[in-house]
């Protein structure tokens, strides 16, 4: 597929995809039939006679791409959730089924239970820290051993040792501070107090409901009167007696993060990036990654704007503006057009490898995903191609991502 195939194709991705900010009725448009064509050019069979093999999907969400796919190799789609029969068994809910009837190798089961735990803001912040106090206990022990034997620590090496083609032992493991902003829950009495009590009007933070999307429930807190607004508002829920007999009627909790306010901007805009990973397996551990894209706002970025169009980066949040329309296509760049960009722009100036997007950046993006798999892990196995697997929206102010992509270079630089 030539490149411009495949940046028009990647686009068109971004549309159906754009952090589930459309509805799954428009999700489901004319776009999304023109990216099944493409998806499917090359792979289609005739369907098969007879009964079968059957397919169910429950939900909308990209239900046109799969039920394509599946009907032009002759599947069947059934509708009733209950049978056992099937093939395949796409479940967009976190929990459609269990496996007491799955069978193994002959039937495939997407769903992905306990999904809360990744998924919303509080559920990450909640794994991460649990994660960094356990990492934090091996290290002490690890150290502590070390002492004991009386050898010195290693050093903290931030390259990739590579041991063999394709594979990458990472040798430091990234600490959450790195590349998650300072977050507190407005749910935790404790962690309100702390935040309401460290705030003052020379900082700015960021206030996102834990389950929301689409950019809906966002605001920024950038003086004492905003954030005493938020404090009473908290307090008068807390003290309804509504809420207090029916605390599941209550308004979603909600968290606080200190807004990265020097952000790598492109063309003067924030952007972050949006790539797939799949994790096929632990042991050994072994994952198929795929570029992705860039997501850009329209607008150039301004701190002091109240406009969270030039703060947020999602679809939904460009598509408000009047100009959406004529320049949405700048809205998405490739993954080729990101690293063209840097070639041209900056490999000189600022003495980056060539391809720095493919090689330097790529490189870290996985380290920072394998830095969390923990020690003993074993190496990291990546394995390249074209299919799109699971998403990985790096940081999602869409600033801090580049921590971790050459921030001794570029971090706070305009690019």
């Known amino acids: 597929m030539g490149s411009s195939q495949e940046e028009g194709l990647l686009h068109q991705l971004s549309q159906l995809d754009q952090d589930a900010d459309l509805d799954d009725t428009e999700a489901a448009g004319p776009r999304a039939a023109l990216l099944e064509k493409h998806l499917l050019e090359g792979e289609k069979q005739l369907p098969s006679p007879g009964q079968g093999p059957f397919f169910y999907i ?17 599947w069947q789609r059934i509708q009733d959730s209950g049978r056992e029969d099937y093939k395949l068994k796409w479940c967009e809910v976190k929990s459609r089924d269990s496996y007491c009837s799955f069978r193994e190798g002959e039937q495939l089961l997407y769903q992905l239970p306990n999904n809360r735990l990744l998924t919303t803001k509080i559920g990450l912040l909640s794994a991460l820290r649990v994660y960094s106090r356990v990492l934090s206990k091996i290290n002490k022990a690890a150290l502590g051993a070390q002492a004991r034997s009386g050898k010195d620590a290693a050093p903290a090496l931030e390259e990739p040792t590579r041991t063999s083609p394709g594979r990458l032992r990472p040798q430091r493991v990234l600490k959450m501070e790195e590349f998650f902003p300072e977050t507190y829950r407005l749910d935790i009495s404790e962690e309100r107090k702390a935040f309401f009590t460290l705030f003052d009007d020379t900082q700015m933070w960021i206030c996102k409901p834990t389950a929301s999307n689409q950019g809906k429930g966002i605001f920024l807190l950038r003086n004492q009167e905003e954030v005493t607004a938020l404090q009473a508002k908290i307090q008068s829920i807390e003290d309804d007696p509504i809420y207090r007999k029916m605390p599941f009627r209550a308004p979603q909790a909600r968290i606080v993060q200190r ?7 492109l063309d003067g805009k924030k952007f972050d990036v949006r790539s797939y990973l799949l994790i096929a397996c632990t042991m050994p551990y072994m994952v198929f ?10 607008s150039l970025y301004d701190p002091c704007s109240s406009n969270l169009g030039g703060h947020l980066t999602n679809q939904f949040m460009q598509k408000k503006s009047p100009l959406y329309v004529l320049l949405k296509e700048n809205t998405v760049w490739s993954m080729d057009h990101l690293n063209r960009y840097i070639n041209d722009k900056f490999r000189k100036t600022k003495g980056l490898p060539r391809d720095w997007v493919f090689t330097t950046f790529t490189v870290r993006a996985l380290l920072t995903h394998r830095s969390l798999g923990g020690p003993g892990s074993g190496p990291l196995r990546v394995c390249g191609g074209r299919g799109w697997c699971f998403r990985l929206c790096w940081a999602g102010q869409g600033a801090r991502q ?3 992509g050459g921030a001794s270079v570029l971090e706070g630089v305009s690019v």
Do not use: D, E, V
């Open 58 to 74: 429950g939900g909308t969400n990209g239900a046109s791409i799969i039920s394509s796919y599946c009907k032009n190799k002759g």
């Open 259 to 265: 807004y990265i306010q020097n952000p790598l901007l």
């Open 289 to 298: 990654f795929g570029h992705g894209y860039a997501r850009l706002t329209l």
């Open 402 to 404: 580049m921590s971790w």
